[in-house]
C-alpha cells in the first residue's frame, strides 16, 4: 500500500493500522530520503494541508515526497509531473501508477535524472 491512499484515522484503526504522529512520519521519511539521495535535501518543506506530503529539489528536478503514515505504508518519491498524473486517478489506477512511478532506489534515480526534463530556470 501506499501512502496516498487516503484512509480516515477511525477506520485505519478498524484494520489494525496505528497512525504516526506527522513528527515520526517525517523522520521516517528522511531515512529514506538519506538512503535513496545520501542525504535529506536542503529545501525540502511539508505542505501545511497535506501535512504529508514534502516538497524537494534534487539536480533541478522537483520532487514530491509522501511519508508513511503507519506501517503499512512506506515513503513515496516522485517527481511533480508524475505526482499531477497520480493524483487525479484513483483506486486500482492510482496503485499501478504509483508503483510504475515511486523513485525506490538509486538505480530508479538515476534513471529519472538522466530522462526527465529539469525544471526551467525562473526567469
Known amino acids: 500500500m501506499f501512502t496516498s491512499e487516503i484512509i480516515p484515522a477511525a477506520a485505519a484503526d478498524a484494520v489494525g493500522r496505528v497512525p504516526r504522529p506527522d513528527t515520526e512520519c517525517h523522520a521516517r521519511a528522511h531515512e529514506f530520503l538519506v538512503g535513496l539521495i545520501g542525504s535529506v535535501p536542503d529545501d525540502l518543506t511539508w505542505d501545511q494541508t497535506h501535512r504529508l506530503q514534502g516538497h524537494a529539489h534534487l539536480g533541478g528536478h522537483e520532487l514530491v515526497v509522501i511519508a508513511p503514515r503507519d506501517d503499512a505504508h512506506s ?22 501508477l504509483l508503483g510504475a512511478y515511486a523513485i525506490g532506489d538509486r538505480f530508479q534515480l538515476a534513471a529519472m535524472l538522466a530522462n526527465h526534463h529539469p525544471m526551467a530556470a525562473a526567469a
Open 75 to 96: 515513503t513515496v518519491v516522485l517527481t511533480t509531473q508524475d505526482w499531477d498524473q497520480v493524483r487525479l486517478t484513483g483506486g486500482e489506477q492510482r496503485r499501478s
